[in-house]
């Protein structure tokens, strides 16, 4: 993506071009401080909806069985494209995908709230883990208020609604939703997310933009405004509601880092704060209609990263996406992640999918340190929705990528691996360990074929990578069809340095280890 200068690129190799000028013989492991080429930098992420089955499971009532495979398929399918996270909603309308002694399972798994899988197993943590054996970060999205949606099956006894029906409204489309003034509803949700960060090896925690709900601003909340009132409240009724969601926001980050500390929270709302910031945007006011005041939130670093859902097109000026993405940036007093929410799931034609490649290559212009983005939804990758997939890939992905490091949550680098390397017939083979291996999340491979280094990321679990050494490359067919045909060529690759590094959870990066490899091939 970015070009170093000639100068910049010669300081960064000087270490390795030093190395090289040592005795083949000396095979010893040798870390430097900087990285042969630098890794691409980017957060890769696509939402997993689990309410309405949007994304996953793509029906309730699958077998478990079926919701393995399709949970599989998915990332799998991530892999593919060099995503670097999932964010998986595991909580859509207080209930879970998980076993809790606090919220029921999920009407969406099997067609029945309260009804957990046959075969007993933790959806939640087969997540988790075949998503870290691919390298993936695996983030974990609540909604704190929702208590029931209308594709949500029936209302049984197991639900909040039956079981806590003080803290719940009935609103009049269907839904139905926890009273974010209550200290009641806000100490069970905590609990919620507390319970899953306790006993989950998660790397985030994740709530998009559902506050109070959307709609006309009458949430029924008289009972719990006049008891305010009673005891002395001076709050207006919005600037109420908005100190309860502040006050939860702020618990919530805090409490995760005391917990901890390396869990990145992160938060996406609505992509606008308020109409007329900047001056020429317009559109829904969730400061007054959500009563959200997520410019607070970002400017107080209450979070992680930061998400707007900025769902509109670059070129529609009432609600742009550059225009907004620079306000948000502004607003990033403190330095958190800006990763904005890109509608991925809207694109039906090339033009579409055009227009979802310039907002990422927009994003890291605008974030050129530590760029992302995540897509709204999975499906909309997995399915290519008009070939976006194959674009992502030939194009902005075409490389992966490292997440970006969070260094107020930690910046201590990991030690260096271990490294060694064998040569067989025509296939080097690299082989690396480390003295601590519980405390890597990927490895990086750099290997320097003539005066060219390329790097490769694996995940947590592989020690090893074999490289063939040679090979064939049939030339193009001439146009004259007289001509004799080319015959195949064999190409002999002499890769002289390799080096490995070790990445934590949080992006930090080792020195890498080199290792004089020599294959060379009399």
Not at 122 to 132: K, V
Not at 452 to 459: C, L, N, T
């Amino acid at each position: 993506m970015y070009v170093p200068q000639t100068a910049l690129l010669y300081r960064m190799l000087l270490p390795a071009l030093l190395l090289a000028a040592c005795s083949p013989a000396t095979r010893e492991n040798r870390p430097v401080s900087a990285a042969p080429v630098p890794v691409l930098r980017e957060f890769r992420a696509a939402w997993v909806a689990t309410v309405a089955n949007i994304d996953w499971p793509s029906e309730p009532g699958l077998s478990d069985s079926l919701q393995q495979r399709e949970a599989l398929a998915i990332l799998d399918s991530a892999q593919s494209l060099n995503l670097n996270a999932i964010i998986l909603q595991v909580r859509p309308q207080c209930d879970a995908i998980y076993p809790s002694e606090l919220e029921p399972w999920t009407y969406y798994l099997s067609g029945e709230q309260g009804k957990g899988p046959a075969t007993g197993y933790d959806p939640l943590a087969f997540w988790i883990e075949a998503a870290h054996d691919r390298g993936l970060e695996l983030h974990a999205w609540f909604n704190p208020y929702r208590a029931h949606h209308p594709r949500g099956g029936e209302i049984g006894e197991a639900s909040i609604v039956r079981r806590r029906p003080e803290l719940v409204r009935k609103l009049p489309d269907g839904y139905y939703w926890l009273d974010p003034a209550l200290s009641e509803t806000q100490d069970h949700s905590f609990a919620v997310i507390m319970d899953v960060l306790r006993r989950y090896d998660i790397d985030g925690v994740h709530f998009d933009d559902y506050f109070y709900p959307y709609g006309d601003g009458n949430f029924p909340d008289s009972t719990a405004w006049e008891a305010y009132q009673q005891k002395g409240g001076k709050l207006s009724r919005a600037d109420w509601r908005r100190d309860q969601v502040n006050r939860f926001i702020e618990r919530v980050y805090r409490a995760i880092k005391q917990e901890k500390k390396f869990v990145k929270f992160g938060l996406s709302p609505f992509g606008i704060w308020r109409p007329g910031h900047p001056p020429s945007i317009r559109g829904f006011d969730q400061y007054n209609g959500l009563y959200a005041d997520a410019r607070l939130w970002l400017n107080q670093g209450w979070l992680d990263y930061w998400t707007p859902q900025l769902y509109w097109p670059t070129r529609q000026i009432p609600q742009s996406y550059p225009v907004l993405l620079g306000w948000w940036e502004e607003e990033n007093l403190k330095g958190r992640h800006l990763w904005p929410g890109l509608y991925t799931s809207r694109i039906k034609t090339g033009r579409g999918a055009d227009e979802n490649l310039s907002q990422i290559m927009i994003a890291r212009g605008f974030v050129p340190q530590a760029p992302g983005h995540v897509h709204f939804s999975m499906k909309a990758l997995q399915q290519s929705y008009a070939g976006i997939a194959d674009s992502l890939k030939q194009g902005p992905y075409r490389r992966q990528a490292l997440v970006p490091p969070t260094p107020w949550l930690g910046d201590k680098n990991p030690a260096a691996p271990q490294v060694t390397t064998e040569t067989t017939d025509d296939t080097l083979t690299v082989s690396w360990s480390h003295e601590h291996p519980e405390t890597v999340f990927r490895w990086v491979l750099y290997t320097q074929t003539g005066d060219q280094w390329h790097y490769r990321i694996f995940d947590r679990n592989t020690r090893s990578h074999r490289i063939p050494l040679s090979e064939t490359v049939t030339p193009p067919t001439p146009a004259d069809s007289s001509a004799t045909p080319p015959q195949p060529a064999v190409i002999r690759r002499e890769i002289s340095r390799i080096a490995v590094s070790a990445v934590d959870r949080l992006g930090n990066e080792s020195a890498p280890a080199f290792e004089e490899s020599n294959p060379r091939i009399e």
